[in-house]
T-cell receptor, first 114, second 112 residues
Framework: NAGVMQNPRHLVRRRGQEARLRCSPMKGHSHVYWYRQLPEEGLKFMVYLQKENIIDESGMPKERFSAEFPKEGPSILRIQQVVRGDSAAYFC????????????FGQGTRLTVV | DQQVKQNSPSLSVQEGRISILNCDYTNSMFDYFLWYKKYPAEGPTFLISISSIKDKNEDGRFTVFLNKSAKHLSLHIVPSQPGDSAVYFCAATYLGNEKLTFGTGTRLTIIP
């Protein structure tokens, strides 16, 4: 059973470009979460999705950021018109459809905006 | 508003001794707490959890203690080993919330 798969591991974008981060949850997991870790900080919740539904996006910046988890395929975190402040490690986690259970994290995508 | 706080950014412990990592929270709704371990350039790895109906949970060398009245939990690692050197994150959630709220982490260094 493969773990949570994120790709790419590293992504370099110029200011103004779009960044697309992908996450395939563990088999059997229907809940996907995206977290961001800025340098020297903890992980900050961004968005929680189930298949075809955004359940909680309270941590997402209002502009330029969007997320989806389609019926087929991976979850995508999209950042449009990236700025230097978007440089961070973005982690995806997944969990089964049960309350109060641990989430399993992918290895993250390190986004660098130059 | 930092609802989960880890006030010690770093901790150094001699190999073989006990490591104690602390975590405080402010949100009374939290009823499930987790510890994650993170190596550089890797994702967090789940370590141990505790429900608010318990005050202690043990798994091998790792024990988590929960003091609900003080809104405080701690992770004990004994005996500490060099491979335990990592950043440890405390996280909390509650039924119906699903998302995890993380502390800022404590960097543990085990000295051989």
């Amino acid at each position: 059973n493969a773990g949570v798969m994120q790709n790419p591991r590293h992504l370099v974008r110029r200011r103004g470009q779009e960044a697309r981060l992908r996450c395939s949850p563990m088999k059997g997991h229907s809940h996907v979460y995206w977290y961001r870790q800025l340098p020297e900080e903890g992980l900050k919740f961004m968005v929680y999705l189930q298949k075809e539904n955004i359940i909680d996006e309270s941590g997402m910046p209002k502009e330029r950021f969007s997320a989806e988890f389609p019926k087929e395929g991976p979850s995508i975190l999209r950042i449009q018109q990236v700025v230097r402040g978007d440089s961070a490690a973005y982690f995806c986690a997944s969990s089964p459809p049960a309350a109060n259970t641990e989430a399993f994290f992918g290895q993250g995508t390190r986004l660098t905006v130059v | 508003d930092q609802q989960v706080k880890q006030n010690s950014p770093s901790l150094s412990v001699q190999e073989g001794r006990i490591s104690i990592l602390n975590c405080d929270y402010t949100n009374s709704m939290f009823d499930y707490f987790l510890w994650y371990k993170k190596y550089p350039a890797e994702g967090p790895t789940f370590l141990i959890s505790i429900s608010s109906i318990k005050d202690k949970n043990e798994d091998g060398r790792f024990t988590v203690f929960l003091n609900k009245s003080a809104k405080h939990l701690s992770l004990h690692i004994v005996p500490s080993q060099p491979g335990d050197s990592a950043v440890y994150f405390c996280a909390a959630t509650y039924l119906g919330n699903e998302k995890l709220t993380f502390g800022t982490g404590t960097r543990l260094t085990i000295i051989p």
